[in-house]
């Protein structure tokens, strides 16, 4: 059926618009970490890294990555704290922006990464 065309006006990139990149963070000695391109490329930045698609930590590189990550957190709290006193007469739905805190979203990669550290197995991410 040579030059027939598509009973459907649109094509599916214009319906389901393509996916976001993933990290997926992987190793022997813990379960996977996924996060959304954006949040993985702060992480790795916060951890003195560049963004890229393939990687890996190092055992030995692993406490200074959970050291920056946690005192990224402390810096994050206290601006948090110092914003909140600033907004007391905030409206309500404003400040639902960034409603997830820096904690919430290192903590299970602090968690993988001393638990590898622990067991000596290195974290990769990529394919």
């Not at 996924?34 to 930045?45: E, H």
């Amino acid at each position: 059926m040579a030059g027939a065309q598509s009973a459907y006006p649109f094509k599916r990139d214009d319906i389901y618009p393509a996916t976001e990149m993933l990290y997926k963070f992987k190793s022997k000695a813990a379960g996977d970490v996924i996060m959304l391109a954006a949040n993985g490329d702060q992480v790795l930045r916060l951890a003195g890294r560049e963004p890229a698609p393939r990687g890996i930590f190092e055992v030995d590189a692993m406490p200074a990555v959970v050291t920056s990550l946690v005192e990224a957190v402390a810096a994050d709290e206290a601006k948090r704290q110092t914003q909140a006193a600033v907004d007391t007469d905030e409206t309500p739905g404003e400040g639902r922006r960034d409603a997830i805190a820096l904690r919430q979203r290192v903590w299970p990669l602090v968690e993988m990464l001393r638990r590898c550290h622990a067991a000596g197995e290195v974290i990769v991410w990529g394919a």
